[in-house]
């Protein structure tokens, strides 16, 4: 097992060794790190560039110079976990579908009118989330009689207040769960786009995970709360399970 992270420089090491320092790495901060177990790729994303590593011998295989548009800066990414392919979300607003082995662009998305901090997978399917307070699903089918940028955004009735900061989706569950400045959690169902749940926290989203397969929403925020939420059938459909504060600090009844 492996684990590789970075701030400018990327580095990795697993459960065994001590962190090594990867050559070739950024110059600018680091906003995103990709890995595919099916070719044992990690790409990372800082400033306008994009860079290939090999997971097995941690050196660098390619660089996207530019990659998401001449003058763009990338605020995130998110890698196919078949290493096909990988989406971009840039400061300005784009939101974009490239090819993971040459880095040319698929596709031009629906764009936000602000920063994109946020990307996540549904099905063949992409969210994105942004500053400007919208969260959009992004279809890549391309059927006869529709554009290939068909989008449909979430909640537009019932959605953050502020920045949306982070978020997760899962297909299994049909949600979409997302995060933002205005210290909420939202839980959306994505065949209809409504608002299903608002979870409240005591600041800023940070980080929002689904774990489809234990029927739990994980969320913390900016002062340091983990909240995990159980997804209940009937009517009370999501509750506290449990909350921390760098160690436990209550328990429910599930």
């Known amino acids: 097992q492996q684990l590789v992270f970075g701030i400018k420089t990327l580095?990795?090491?697993?459960?065994?060794?001590?962190?090594?320092?990867?050559?070739?790495?950024?110059?600018?901060?680091?906003?995103?790190v990709g890995y595919s177990p099916l070719n044992n790729t990690i790409l990372?994303?800082?400033?306008?560039?994009?860079?290939?590593?090999s997971a097995l011998v941690g050196v660098l295989t390619g660089v996207f110079e530019d990659v998401a548009g001449e003058g763009e800066i990338i605020s995130s990414m998110l890698m196919d976990p078949r290493g096909v392919t990988f989406a971009l979300g840039t400061e300005s607003g784009r939101v974009r579908l490239h090819n993971a082995t040459s880095g040319h662009?698929?596709?031009?998305?629906?764009?936000?009118?602000?920063?994109?901090?946020?990307?996540?997978?549904?099905?063949?399917a992409v969210v994105s989330g942004g500053w400007d307070g919208r969260v959009l699903l992004h279809s890549l089918r391309e059927t006869p009689g529709l554009q290939p940028d068909k989008h449909t955004e979430i909640g537009r009735a019932s959605g953050h207040?502020?920045?949306?900061?982070?978020?997760?989706?899962?297909?299994?569950?049909?949600?979409?769960?997302?995060?933002?400045?205005?210290?909420?959690?939202?839980?959306?169902?994505a065949s209809t786009s409504q608002l299903e749940k608002r979870l409240l926290?005591?600041?800023?989203?940070?980080?929002?995970?689904?774990?489809p397969e234990m029927?739990?929403?994980?969320?913390?925020?900016?002062?340091?709360?983990?909240?995990?939420?159980?997804?209940?059938?009937?009517?009370?459909?999501?509750?506290?399970?449990?909350?921390?504060?760098?160690?436990?600090?209550?328990w429910l009844d599930r």
């Not at 459960?15 to 995103?32: T, W």
């Not at 990372?44 to 590593?53: C, E």
């Not at 709360?225 to 209550?250: D, V």
């Open 161 to 189: 207040s502020g920045r949306v900061t982070c978020l997760a989706a899962s297909d299994n569950l049909g949600l979409i769960v997302t995060g933002g400045t205005d210290s909420t959690v939202r839980v959306y169902n």
């Open 44 to 53: 990372s994303a800082a400033g306008p560039s994009v860079r290939v590593w």
């Open 11 to 32: 580095h990795s090491f697993t459960q065994r060794e001590s962190p090594e320092l990867l050559e070739n790495s950024h110059k600018q901060p680091i906003v995103a």
């Open 105 to 124: 662009c698929l596709r031009e998305l629906s764009s936000h009118r602000s920063v994109v901090p946020a990307l996540a997978w549904f099905g063949r």
């Open 201 to 211: 926290h005591n600041g800023m989203i940070t980080a929002v995970s689904i774990l």
């Open 215 to 250: 029927g739990l929403i994980v969320s913390t925020d900016i002062s340091g709360t983990l909240f995990i939420w159980a997804i209940k059938s009937g009517g009370a459909r999501y509750q506290l399970a449990a909350a921390f504060r760098h160690r436990p600090i209550e």
